[in-house]
């Protein structure tokens, strides 16, 4: 693990300020923009998410309203997937 640098600062007219060498400020700025697309990407996919589990709860909702005659049926698509949703 690399060591910790402490910032250098200064005080201009009472205001504090952190200097950063230019190849410093690159690399913070590079990191902000990466924490950016990142970010983005994980709200597209918590979206996607979102969508999933509607869907999936619309599935659930068809499969416990549809009646079905299991007795008559030894390998019952509904019974499969219903048990799958279920596991």
Do not use: W
Request: hydrophobic content about 35%; some cysteine; proline content about 3%.
């Amino acid at each position: 693990m690399r060591n910790r640098l402490e910032p250098r600062r200064a005080t201009i007219d009472g205001q504090e300020f952190v200097l950063l060498e230019p190849e410093q400020y690159e690399r913070l700025a590079a990191a902000r923009r990466q924490h950016g697309a990142h970010s983005s990407q994980l709200s597209r996919l918590r979206e996607q998410l979102n969508a999933a589990l509607r869907r999936l709860n619309a599935v659930r909702r068809v499969l416990d309203e549809t009646v079905t005659t299991c007795e008559t049926t030894p390998d019952c698509a509904h019974c499969a997937v219903k048990s799958a949703l279920e596991s």
